[in-house]
């Protein structure tokens, strides 16, 4: 009877520890390291000593992977040759069963077994570690060290067998980075569901990941709506242009844009006028920043620091100027729109009651995909278009008039009004699905 108990005893103690070695697996593997970074830099050890497992899990997975092995080998063992032997006795008794009482008692007890293994020593321990894994891996991490460390050359042996193997089959080493910028968007997607994130924080977040994408042709002020200072100009036409304007600074160009020689602070100009002698406009203006039309925003708003110059004009290959951009530009693009009390009357999104959308045709392209749930468009890796009207325009390949419409996966895109040759105004609605027909 004694003998009994100790082995059932020792069974239980072999499906405890397979529960630990699986769970410290789960838990070291499941364990975010940016976590673990942070509890090692705020002095705990075993954060160190855990995170040192996460980086370098091979040894550690192995030896933790020999145990089980063991575990598994002894459970069985114990299990069929002992407790069965002494269940059998026990089954004969019952003169129905006395014919498959060898059968019957290894049946039961692989059966109990199994069940406890699979509870106590898989899946309860797995939940537990999954619960809460960075407590869970820097409680285990040292004992699980000094194991790797005891079973090393059995480690070493079974690590290039399993190398050697791989080099068979042609399988090689993951290049991938350990955490990609999707995986970072999906996790401040899954915080701002959750409450961790306020919503704002969220989408400011996914403009930053969007803005090291964009071309500063995406963001820039166009050549057509920049208003300027002609320096042919008499001094008080200049003055009402300065006066006229909500902008604080004007470029000052001879004759044309594409003669420009220099930014002018329009309160400086003023200052100039109300003292005892006016200035020569020249000597009031600064040196312009000129970047390139393909140039990447975040490399803009380096420049922008560097310089100390916060306007820059965007040429072309050619030398012409296409546009301008400011800092502030670069801010709302971060931010979100920062209208002023003008703008804000007309909205550039307009959710109607049918359902449908009147946008404006200056829309960026990447806000009217996250407005429809859109992941690309046609040829939009060409960089062709960046705006709402630019898609357009692109689609149908000439300058539109009023009511010129087109249908794209499902959506019916109609020109509603035109500024000139801009378009100002598109409509946008879902398709109407046909009736199913009768078999």
């Known amino acids: 009877m004694i003998n009994a108990v100790v082995e059932i005893v020792l069974i239980l103690v072999l499906i405890v520890a397979n529960g630990i070695f699986s769970g410290s697996e789960i838990a070291v593997v499941s364990s975010r390291k940016i976590r673990l970074e942070q509890l090692a830099e ?17 040894d550690f997975l192995s030896a933790v992977q020999i145990g089980i092995t063991l575990i598994g080998i002894l459970s069985g063992a114990v299990g069929g040759a002992t407790l069965a032997h002494r269940l059998q006795p026990l089954i004969a008794s019952v003169p129905a069963l006395r014919a498959w009482s060898e059968g019957l008692s290894v049946a039961v007890v692989v059966g109990i077994i199994t069940y406890l293994s699979l509870v106590i020593g898989e899946l309860l321990p797995k939940r537990i570690a999954l619960n809460n894994p960075e ?65 704002a924080e969220h989408e400011m977040v996914q ?18 709506e920049i208003c300027w200072l002609d320096l042919n100009l008499p001094r008080d036409q200049q003055l009402e242009l300065v006066t006229g304007s909500n902008h604080s600074r004007l470029p000052v160009a001879k004759g ?6 220099g930014i002018l602070r329009g309160r400086h100009l003023l200052a100039s ?26 490399n803009v708003i380096e420049q922008f620091r560097q310089t100390g110059v916060h306007i820059a004009l965007v040429t072309d290959e050619y030398g012409g100027i296409e546009g301008l951009v400011t800092l502030t530009d670069l801010m709302e693009a971060i931010v979100g729109d920062l209208p002023s009390a ?24 990447s806000e009217f995909k996250d ?31 009023a009511a010129d419409h087109f249908s794209w996966e499902g959506l ?26 009768a078999d």
């Open 135 to 199: 407590a869970v891996a820097c409680a285990v991490a040292r004992p699980m060290r000094w194991l790797a460390r005891w079973t090393a050359p059995l480690v070493r042996v079974l690590g290039f067998s399993t190398q050697v193997l791989l080099n068979l089959l042609g399988i090689r080493n993951s290049t991938e980075p350990d955490l990609t910028e999707e995986e970072i968007k999906a996790l401040i997607r899954q915080g701002a569901e959750s409450g961790v994130l306020e919503e």
């Open 207 to 224: 403009r930053v990941f969007r803005l090291g994408d964009r071309s500063i042709r995406a963001i820039m002020t166009p050549r057509t």
């Open 273 to 298: 006028e109300l003292s005892d002698s006016p200035a020569d406009l020249k000597k009031l203006l600064q040196p312009p920043l000129y970047i390139t039309e393909s140039a990447r925003a975040l």
């Open 412 to 437: 019916r895109f109609e020109v509603m009004d035109m500024d000139g040759k801009r378009i100002d105004k598109v409509l946008v609605a879902a398709l109407a699905q046909p009736p199913p027909q």
């Open 371 to 401: 407005l429809l749930q859109r992941t690309s468009l046609p040829d939009e890796a060409s960089g062709s278009f960046h705006t709402l009207g630019g898609f357009v325009l692109h689609v149908l390949g000439r300058v539109p008039r």
């Open 342 to 365: 003008e703008d804000l009357e007309e909205p550039q999104i307009i959710r109607r009651e049918d359902g449908s959308w009147l946008l404006d045709g200056a829309l960026d392209i």
């Open 42 to 58: 705020q002095g705990n050890g075993r954060a160190g000593a855990a995170l040192r497992l996460a980086n370098a899990p091979n």
């Open 256 to 261: 044309s844009l594409d003669a420009c020689i």
